[in-house]
């Protein structure tokens, strides 16, 4: 009993606090001071100066990580280590180790608005913040017109900058519907994926990315993205703040519920949202779904589905597994299209 309110503990927080942005200010480290000494010793006592340089700030570095699912582990600042003193007997101060700063992949690195890098592979590195160099010692001066410098700089300052952070869920495929339309439960039955499922609106206030794994052990993420409503793209409902995740699908599926009056009418205002937010977004490859076969006005509906769109429509039960095989086949054949097209630019397939 114990060992179960622990996972459903566990499972709470992790929906609770999910975290797709996050304002992150990073500071590079203080380069070390340069050294200031002379070497001297018996029967040698003008040796000469011999103060080493100081060490390299470290950088404040950015790592994109698949273990990571949120940005909650991020926190609001960051600085590298400043960099070792310079020393005697022309000995350099060690440079400052680097922070480096895991984040999910799909993360998006914005400053003043505009994207500076973008974190799309797994072991994906971008520096945020630059080290300050060390400063110079009094060797470094040594010169034929000065033969005993006393002058030494002090390290600069590391680099510092505001950064926001925008986790973009990276999937091949998402699941885009009106709430209730049954997407997750359609995850549920495709994959081992456990979204949330209940019988109101917005149950799913989180992505979730399902594995659907086929036997030659090639795998197709499905997200589940949380239920659209009209006027998303004006920030109604749950609002542009889960849009942004379907701007990495390479494909998607379309779920309509076809027990509705006249179910052509939501892929319409799906396909219309989808566009406000961002040109050509609805222009991806689809499918759409028809969900919830198994009800008597969802096979009435099916063929005056149809006949108003020119898409293809898939008919299925997400709650008792009905024709699902077909679904499965065609999101193989969407997958391969997808690696082939990627590959025939000369770029690398996004692998899970």
């Known amino acids: 009993i114990n060992c179960t309110s622990k996972v459903q503990t566990s499972s709470s927080l992790q929906t609770r606090y999910f975290v797709d942005h996050r304002r992150v200010r990073v500071v590079g480290g203080q380069g070390g001071d340069g050294g200031h000494s002379f070497y001297s010793e018996p029967r040698k006592i003008f040796g000469g100066p011999d103060g080493g340089n100081g060490g390299d700030g470290g950088h404040v570095v950015l790592k994109a990580d698949q273990q ?15 960099g070792g003193r310079g020393g005697s007997k022309n000995c350099y101060g060690a440079n400052g180790a680097s922070v480096y700063v895991k984040v999910p992949v799909g993360t998006s690195v914005k400053e003043d608005g505009v994207v500076v890098a973008d974190l799309t592979q797994h072991g994906e590195e971008y520096v945020a913040a630059y080290g300050g160099a060390g ?28 950064l926001h952070l925008e986790l973009k869920t990276t999937a091949h495929a998402g699941l885009v519907g009106f709430p209730n339309a049954g997407k997750s439960s359609l995850l549920r039955a495709l994959s081992n994926a456990k979204p949330a499922v209940a019988a109101y609106p917005f149950t799913t206030l989180n992505p979730h990315v399902g594995i659907v794994r086929y036997e030659d052990y090639e795998q197709v993420a499905v997200a589940d993205i949380p ?3 009209r006027g998303a793209h004006q920030n109604r409902g749950l609002g542009v703040a889960f849009l ?25 205002d799906l ?59 065609h999101l193989r054949e969407l997958y391969d299209i997808y690696v082939k097209t990627e590959q025939s630019r000369g770029q690398r397939p996004v692998k899970w």
């Open 68 to 82: 990571m699912k949120s940005l909650s582990s991020v926190l609001p600042f960051y600085q590298g280590v400043r």
């Open 135 to 162: 400063g110079k010692g009094n060797r470094f001066f040594l010169s034929n017109e000065n033969r005993a410098p006393m002058l030494f700089t002090p390290g600069e300052p590391g680099q510092e900058r505001v």
């Open 227 to 229: 239920g659209l409503i």
């Open 244 to 268: 942004r995740h379907i701007e990495r699908c390479r494909f998607l599926l379309y779920v309509v519920d076809l027990s509705v009056p006249r179910p052509w009418i939501q892929l319409q």
């Open 271 to 329: 396909k219309y949202e989808l566009e406000q937010y961002k040109n050509g977004l609805s222009e991806r490859p689809c499918v759409v779904v028809g969900n919830k076969i198994d009800l008597a006005q969802s096979r009435i509906n099916l063929p005056l589905l149809k006949e108003q769109i020119g898409d293809r429509v898939i008919a299925l039960s997400a709650l008792t597994g009905d024709n699902l095989e077909e679904l499965l086949l």
